[in-house]
């Protein structure tokens, strides 16, 4: 019982010091989702025009930057940069990191998002008159995005858990204060169940919410 | 813009005086690296199978195992697996290297979607051709063989694929416990040559090298699969 | 191909010397609950051997479920079914009788044909491999036979020609006939046929028909659940018509379809009439 007891006591203090890494973590997330998804949307867009260098620069930068290691991305933001004179602090060189590999898989979403709907919408907005920029914002648009939220609900998902690699760039989120914490109490174990306890309490919401969305779109079809 | 020019020669003019030196060591570290990934996904694969098999099971202690564990492998980070494998073990008296810790630990949290992606494929076969299989008098086992999961493959061929990319990008985290694989020596290189961009774009090119050959590789067994599957049984 | 053949024929001539009135299936107090609904409530039938049965009533009567029970795709709630004299799915152990071993279900299962209303074709198998193999693989024939048997199954329902073809590019008339070679290639003793037309556009529906008469002519055992009222009437020996998971009335088609005795069956046939 004693020993429970104490087990308790750590948790807690453990814990004090691992929410002010959530903190930091819930802050990567929010600002590299935007970004990622503000490249997504626009590049995506962009797309639909059909200009073909364009296109293939499109091309190019997903192929490329879906297949960086995460890892590799952010080292090359911190440490890389630092040799063309840009020096970056952790949480902005994580933002950016995470933004724009997350920007590939977001121009992926969209694109199939609209891809999906079919062409025949397109003309029904022009038959009403609609100019291709007004039937983008009035008609595809709206009808993507909702086709694309399931995806871009695993896609936050998976960001939230990449954002730990912020910590091998000393971006001072959970994991981070994990490693310092670990290395001053020698209390490992219970740390980093504590961190994946953090973790499942971040992502289940929303694993919760996508599958809520799945299961109606199912039942919808 | 000459003046670019020349700045991007003076980068590029690095590689030559470098790239011997750095040979052998990335070599070492791309076969870590090809490993890590090839384990881990075999590790992933078995767990994935038996999970998938679980939560499709009558058991309804076996089916809430299998939930408990995909849910807990879709919400926590790989990396943190790897810390809790790494660091968290040791003091409870298990002592593992690098590597076959990394093997482990990316294995464990990528069967969880391993488990689901199979599951799918064998969710998305008609139970119908389950009961032709039975008039034809076949025993269950011959009917997961010839006909159930030679078409849960087909489906799930092109998502394993995808996860077998993720895997290997996945595997530059096992550098954060020192096992020496590319990116690890990428890190060690930069500290020491003072050159961080030449070998972190030349470790990027390497594994975009290994995943863009792979997603090929995706596309093409996907068609071939479809063609010639039934030939195969 | 042709030793097969003459193993058929070989079967029709005893059927027509010696065994005239040999009983093939017998179904003794079939019942079948699912939950607290009783689908099939003691259901007796006897199909003589080479005789054709076909099983008409109203949609929800039982008819497929009596079908799926015959087979054991369900297992009946209680009754027994012998096929040639053996008990399927069953084992009597002194007076109890107790579930077989999957094995020896599924052995007994090759004596029955089955073909499906959705046909369950293989689609990841061409049309040649889907009606090889359960020759090839349950029966243990090398490849070779077990495809030109399977050709030969095609040739009988006239759908040999595409053989290299995957399901998905027939058409419904075209993929009921392969699930009807798919069930000829076990060599059966008796085929169940589960309103093999239901799922067809019309017009596709004569070329099943057809076939399916064709193996009528050739002397062979089915029990047939359908609503063609028409066909029963010309093919069947015997149509049984069933209604509220009980048989209701059973004779030669001239009395049960032309001349109805059973208000319920009287009813059925006049809304079927229109």
């Known amino acids: 019982m004693e020993q429970f007891g104490d087990l308790f006591t750590r948790s807690a203090s453990h814990l004090e010091v691992l929410l002010q890494g959530a903190g930091v973590t819930v802050m990567i997330t929010l600002g590299s989702f935007v970004m990622a998804v503000t490249i997504g949307l626009v590049l995506a867009v962009a797309r639909t025009w059909k200009i073909r260098p364009l296109n293939a620069l499109i091309a190019i930068y997903v192929e490329v930057f879906r ?30 990191g995470l933004g724009l590999s997350g920007g590939a898989y977001c121009t992926e979403i969209f694109r199939s998002g609209i891809s999906a709907l079919h062409h025949g919408q397109r003309e029904a907005a022009a038959a009403i008159g609609m100019t291709p920029m007004r039937a983008m914002r009035f008609v595809i648009l709206p009808q993507a995005l909702r086709i694309t939220l399931p995806p871009l609900g695993n896609y936050a998902i998976g960001l939230i858990k990449d954002t730990a690699v912020a910590s091998a760039v000393a971006a001072p989120e959970i994991l981070f204060r994990a490693r310092n914490l670990s290395t001053e109490t020698f209390d490992t174990a219970l740390i980093y169940l504590l961190v994946a306890v953090l973790y499942l309490v971040m992502t289940f919401p929303l694993a919760r919410w996508v599958d809520h969305l799945e299961k109606k779109r199912k039942a919808w079809q | 813009m000459m003046e670019y020019l020349d700045q991007f020669a003076a980068f590029l003019s690095v590689y030559p005086a470098k790239l011997p030196q750095w040979e052998g060591v990335l070599i070492r570290a791309i076969k870590t690296t090809l490993i890590v990934t090839a384990g881990s996904f075999a590790v992933a694969l078995v767990i994935g ?59 464990l949290s990528t069967g969880g979607y391993v488990a689901e992606i199979i599951r799918a494929g064998i969710e998305a076969t008609h139970k119908g051709q389950r009961e ?86 995706s596309r093409l067994l996907e068609r071939r699969m479809f063609s010639k599957l039934g030939n195969r049984m | 191909m042709n030793g097969n053949g003459q193993i058929h024929v070989n ?26 609904l009783q689908v099939l409530k003691d259901i007796s039938l006897s199909v003589g051997q080479s005789k054709k049965v076909a099983l008409i009533g109203p949609s929800g009567s039982g008819k497929t479920t009596l079908l799926r029970c015959i087979n054991h795709l369900e297992s009946p709630t209680g009754g027994h079914i012998y096929l040639d004299g053996d008990l399927i799915g069953e084992e009597k152990r002194g007076v109890r009788y107790v579930r077989s071993s999957a094995a020896r279900l599924a052995r007994q299962r090759l004596d029955m044909g089955f073909v ?88 596709l529906v004569g070329e099943v028909l057809g076939v399916i008469q064709e193996l009528a002519a050739e002397g062979r055992s089915m029990v047939l659940v359908t609503h063609e009222i028409r066909f029963a009437r010309d093919v069947a020996d015997e149509v049984v018509f069933m209604d509220g998971g009980l048989v209701v009335e059973k004779g030669a088609p001239a009395d049960v379809i032309d001349n109805p005795s059973n208000e319920r069956t009287i009813r059925f046939l006049g809304q079927l009439r229109g």
């Open chain 1, 67 to 96: 297949g960086l290691p995460t890892l590799t991305l952010l080292f090359i933001c911190y440490f890389g940069l630092t040799y063309v004179g840009i020096k970056l602090n952790p949480l902005p060189a994580a933002i950016i």
């Open chain 3, 11 to 36: 079967r029709c001539d005893f059927g027509v010397k010696m065994t005239e009135n040999k009983e093939l299936l017998r179904i003794e107090g079939l019942r079948k609950d699912f939950g607290t």
């Open chain 3, 116 to 203: 499906f209303q959705n046909f369950y074709l293989w689609p990841h198998l061409t049309v040649q491999e889907n009606v090889a193999l359960c020759p090839w693989k349950v029966q243990g024939k090398s490849q070779k036979e077990a495809m030109d048997l399977a050709e030969a199954m095609l040739e009988k329902v006239h759908m040999a020609h595409k053989r290299k073809e995957y399901p998905e590019r027939l058409s419904g008339g075209q993929q009921q006939r392969v699930g009807i070679a798919r069930a000829l290639a076990q060599q059966p003793k008796i085929i169940l046929f589960d309103e093999p037309t239901s799922a067809l556009d019309p017009e």
């Open chain 2, 49 to 107: 199978v038996l999970l998938a098999l679980a939560r499709l099971s009558k058991n309804a202690l076996l089916r809430g195992i299998a939930r408990f564990y995909i849910e807990i492998a879709r919400g926590v980070p790989a990396l943190v697996i790897l810390f809790l494998l790494y660091f968290g073990l040791p003091p409870l008296g298990i002592v593992m290297d690098a590597v076959p810790t990394a093997i482990l630990g990316l294995g």
């Open chain 2, 132 to 217: 032709a299989g039975l008039t034809i008098g076949m025993s269950s086992w011959q009917i997961n063989r010839y006909i159930i999961l030679p078409q849960a493959a087909r489906i799930s061929l092109p998502s394993l694929m995808n996860t077998l990319i993720t895997v290997l990008k996945d595997s530059s985290l096992a550098s954060l416990i020192t096992a020496p694989e590319l990116m690890l020596r990428a890190k060690a290189i930069s500290s020491t040559d003072f050159l961080p961009m030449h070998i972190l774009l030349l470790v990027g090119a390497i594994y975009l090298c290994l995943a863009i050959p792979l997603s090929q590789l």
